[in-house]
Nanobody, 127 residues
């Protein structure tokens, strides 16, 4: 079992920045990938970024490449999502996720592969 807790969301103007944190507890993440997803009202859950815990390898959705950076701090069991040049269309609840069925890199974009989810943190970008 893994417990995930997100923090760092808020209200920001377009062009601004936020850093989200995802604190993991319960078991080691050495074999897992950890991803950020987002979900806006009335829309499906959307992959944002992922990081492989063991070696730091990363992947991004095209919509956030060059603006968002995912990283992990192993000593703190924490994954970060640094978001810059935010746009109103980035407004959503942001959730982190992990689990053994998402350990294969080529399935990381599928939310159905993740077993453990945090409660989410709201990000609102005003125009």
């Amino acid at each position: 079992q893994v417990q995930l807790a997100e923090s760092g969301g808020g209200l920001v103007q377009a062009g601004g920045s936020l850093r989200l944190s995802c604190l993991a507890s319960g078991r080691t993440l050495d074999e897992y990938n950890i991803a950020w997803f987002r979900q806006a009202p009335g829309k499906e859950r959307e992959f944002v970024a992922a990081v492989r815990w063991s070696n730091g390898m990363t992947a991004y959705a095209d919509s956030v490449k060059g603006r968002f950076t995912i990283s992990r701090e192993t000593a703190k069991n924490t994954v970060y999502l640094q978001m810059s040049r935010l746009r109103p269309e980035d407004t959503a609840v942001y959730l982190c996720a992990t689990g053994p069925r998402a350990a294969i890199w080529n399935v990381i974009e599928s939310p159905t592969r993740y077993d453990y989810w945090g409660q989410g943190t709201q990000v609102t970008v005003s125009s």
